[in-house]
């Protein structure tokens, strides 16, 4: 056997900056890519005023104390959810630039030798990224329903049309995606700077007629309204909607850097919203004794509420935009990672690989945003939704935080953090739980089916991987035998895209047992897709000649990656290999799975996996080949 290179020129897809890229930009550069980050990072966080302060009140009166206390929990949970544990500790944990609970997982994972650790790990993981995709279903549906109830503020009898406005706007927002957000991404900076600067300046007057609202931000108001109300721990259910979007700030690590993403917090998100938090706090305190109502809008100048109200909505839409987005990546990362079956992507950028539209995930979003409008009918009932998506994601990050840094920290020091973080996430768990029965239970039955199809498409493709292995012949063997059998050699060539990178793959044997004949040139091409967001260009593809014409081809990809094999095969002739893309026969497996098996799988998982199975997009077209080359050979599986 020789190697004709061991790796290649293929070009890397154009990709973001990762933060180390970014370490020393210009301040015109990191400017732009701070404004970028309000846009993309804190549209969620910085909706979060529409309805966190009212929701810590809908149950109860305020008092004095009872604003000192919410508004002191509301600071200092911004400073340590946001400020301590995400800004200073999580975004410090990247992949190769890359940030998200599925970044933590693949950090986590293959580091972990014991197997029930691993799999422990995985639902984890799994868990995680359902929630995150639950919390993308809520996220249009309160953030829109929020910013639109303004109008019921402003003219109390247009009440009965914020619903339809609400479903008009999501519709009209889920149909754009497959244009691509390139133009749009322009105008998201702006807007929500925009929409910052409007909440510091509603809140700036209120806290300057009322400054006693400053005595909020020492922590002692906070202590007190946990251990002398009776109902102050319940209030963190409420308390933090105030930190929705946190999550944002480590998935969108990759896109603008640490840097930046912190400049944007420090000088403009975290004054805004403490502003406008304080801001409603005094008006609470001017208004002591009057029916709790909608305390963002009520403080807003009567001239100014239709105003308001439209830039709260584009703010609104644009927060909606950066979970979508967020869901997309998701979906994506899950199929590299074998977690979901093959899916169509599109991408709505030649030039920026993350930028991307995935059809099915997005009318799946938006008939259930829609159903969550209709069913909810209000920003109010569907908080209890939220809370439950957005705890339980925090804590699940901070378990996978500590996996990950246990092996860089040593065990005391990765569990001291850890346990802070854990203390904070469980608190707030812990009072969302009894908002299960009034809208709690929609993210977690939405995560428990994501979680069921999740694991159920990784444990079948396991099963089927096994099934195709014990078919193997060894390539050693398969070679003496074509030579035994006088399998006759037909000039061109022929290319085997197979799972294994050893042996000789089933279709491979099956095809020449049926036609006796095989290509002159053939090349066993495997696509192996790393624990890593990205391949650096020069390891990106393996060539190695084996001998009798056979070349094998490994082709490797991060887990952020689209693969386009067509392009891995023109640049395989370009290295030497035999082959001519355009000339050459390309053989695709396809496995039809039979559900009568032995497998230890439950009945219900054996079907699920079938259904994925059979609707899973073709590997053909996942892959970029050319279609009018390739051909499939099925194969039946029993699992």
């Not at 049309?161 to 702006?190: E, Y």
């Amino acid at each position: 056997m020789s190697n004709i290179k061991a790796s290649s020129t293929y070009p890397a897809p154009t990709l973001h900056a990762a933060p180390e890229d970014l370490a020393r930009p210009s301040a015109k550069a990191m400017a732009a890519l701070a404004l970028g980050a309000l846009g993309v990072v804190y549209g969620d966080i910085g909706t979060s005023p529409l309805y966190a302060m009212r929701e810590c009140f809908a149950h109860a009166a305020p008092t004095e104390a009872s604003v000192l206390g919410v508004v002191s929990l509301l600071f200092w949970s911004l400073m340590l959810v946001v400020t301590v544990k995400y800004l200073t500790f999580i975004l410090k944990v990247d992949n190769r630039g890359e940030g998200g609970i599925l970044v933590l997982l693949a950090l986590a994972e293959p580091h972990t030798h014991t197997y029930l650790l691993r799999r422990a790990l995985l639902l984890v993981g799994l868990i995680g990224s359902a929630l995150l995709f639950a919390d993308g279903i809520i996220t249009p549906a309160v953030s829109v329903l929020g910013a639109v109830e303004g109008l019921a503020v402003a003219t109390p009898k247009s009440a009965h049309m914020v619903g339809p406005i609400s479903v008009g706007i999501l519709v009209g927002l889920f149909l754009v995606q497959r244009r691509g957000t390139g133009q749009l991404g322009a105008f998201f900076g702006p807007a929500v700077l925009l929409w910052f600067m409007s909440i510091a300046a509603v809140g700036l007057p209120w806290i300057i007629d009322h400054p006693q609202i400053l005595r909020a931000i020492s922590p002692v108001h906070a202590a007190r309204y946990l251990t002398q109300n009776p109902h102050g721990f319940l209030v963190l259910g409420a308390v933090v909607l105030c930190v929705t979007g946190g999550e944002a700030l480590y998935a969108d690590l990759g896109h603008f850097g640490r840097e930046p993403i912190r400049w944007a917090w420090y000088c403009v998100v975290f004054p805004a919203l403490l502003l406008s938090y304080l801001g409603q706090g005094a008006y609470l305190l001017a208004h002591l004794g009057r029916p709790i109502g909608n305390p963002f809008y009520e403080m807003v100048p009567t001239s100014l509420l239709y105003p308001m109200v439209a830039i709260a909505t584009v703010a609104a839409t644009v927060a909606s935009q950066a979970l979508i987005t967020g869901v997309f990546a998701m979906v994506h990362q899950a199929v590299q990672l074998g977690y979901l079956p093959r899916v169509t992507i599109v991408h709505t950028s030649k030039d920026i690989e993350g930028r991307i539209y995935i059809p099915q995930a997005n009318a799946m979003l938006m008939i259930m945003c829609i159903a969550l409008v209709l069913g909810f009918g209000s920003s109010a009932a569907l908080a209890s939704a939220y809370g439950i998506a957005v705890t339980g994601t925090m804590a699940l990050t901070s378990l996978l935080f500590f996996a990950v840094q246990v092996r860089r920290w040593g065990v005391l020091r990765a569990l001291g953090v850890s346990l802070v973080f854990l203390t904070v996430d469980i608190a707030f768990l812990g009072a969302n739980i009894p908002k299960i029965s009034s809208g709690g239970w929609v993210p977690l039955a939405v995560a428990a089916v994501i979680v069921a199809v999740m694991t159920s498409w990784q444990r079948g493709t396991e099963v089927v991987r096994e099934q195709l292995q014990s078919l193997e012949v060894p390539l050693e063997t398969f070679l003496e035998q074509l030579a035994t059998r006088g399998i006759a050699r037909v000039p061109g060539a022929a290319v085997f895209l197979t799972r294994a990178a050893a042996g000789s793959p089933p279709m491979l044997v099956h095809y020449v047992d049926h036609s006796l004949s095989l290509q002159e040139h053939v090349i066993l091409l495997t696509v192996q897709i790393d624990h890593e967001p990205r391949v650096a260009d020069p390891e990106r593809i393996s060539i190695e000649e084996i001998g009798h014409g056979f070349f094998r081809v490994c082709a490797r990809y991060g887990f952020m990656e689209s693969p386009d094999l067509a392009h891995v095969l023109a640049e395989c002739e370009q290295q030497g290999v035999p082959i001519h893309v355009t000339e050459s026969t390309i053989f695709v497996g396809h496995s039809t799975v039979i559900t009568t098996g032995k497998t230890r799988m439950s009945h219900w998982r054996k079907n699920l996996f079938e259904m994925l199975n059979r609707n899973a997009r073709p590997a053909s077209t996942h892959y970029h080949l050319p279609t009018s080359r390739v051909m499939e050979i099925g194969v039946r599986i029993e699992i």
